[in-house]
């Protein structure tokens, strides 16, 4: 005579095991987004975490709570400054290259490389 055979499990089937992640693999994950063309819900599946989980791995990043590496390639910086198309005053005396985008100008120094400049427009073409 056979009799049905039942399998119980201990702490629930459905319950996800949870992984631990060190500061530093989540660091160098928070740093991958941070690449040209990279996007949270992209790297997120890379890893298998959820985009909301690895978002808020960055807001930590942002907030000095979770150091990140050292950027693999070089980082440029640029003063800024941000005013209003309509505050009456005139545009700046400049003799570098100019890019504008909508109503967006962007003014380089004068020199600027074609390098420095094909990295800008390029990260005005990816949009936020």
Same mark, same amino acid.
Not at 8 to 35: Q, Y
Not at 94 to 99: D, L, M, R, Y
């Given at each position: 005579? $056979?009799?049905?055979?039942?399998?119980?499990?201990?702490? #629930?089937?459905?319950?996800? @095991?949870?992984? !631990?992640?060190?500061?530093? /693999?989540?660091?160098?994950?928070?740093?991958?987004?941070?690449?040209?063309?990279? +996007?949270?819900?992209?790297?997120?599946?890379?890893?298998?975490? !959820? $985009?909301?989980?690895?978002?808020?791995?960055?807001?930590?990043? !942002?907030? #000095?709570?979770?150091?990140?590496?050292?950027?693999?390639?070089?980082?440029? @910086?640029?003063?800024?400054?941000?005013?209003? $198309?309509? $505050?009456?005053?005139?545009?700046?005396? +400049? +003799? #570098?290259?100019?890019?504008?985008?909508?109503?967006? +100008?962007? !003014?380089?120094?004068?020199? /600027?490389?074609?390098?420095?400049?094909?990295?800008?427009?390029? /990260?005005?073409?990816?949009?936020?």
């Amino acid at each position: 005579m $056979s009799a049905p055979l039942e399998i119980l499990t201990i702490g #629930g089937s459905d319950r996800r @095991s949870r992984r !631990r992640w060190t500061d530093e /693999a989540k660091a160098r994950i928070v740093a991958e987004t941070l690449r040209p063309g990279a +996007t949270v819900d992209e790297v997120a599946r890379r890893h298998e975490l !959820r $985009s909301n989980h690895l978002s808020s791995w960055r807001t930590l990043a !942002r907030k #000095g709570k979770l150091v990140l590496p050292a950027p693999q390639d070089a980082v440029e @910086s640029a003063a800024m400054v941000v005013a209003p $198309s309509d $505050s009456g005053l005139p545009p700046p005396e +400049t +003799t #570098g290259p100019q890019i504008v985008v909508g109503a967006v +100008t962007v !003014r380089l120094e004068p020199g /600027a490389s074609a390098e420095r400049i094909a990295s800008i427009v390029r /990260a005005l073409a990816a949009g936020p």
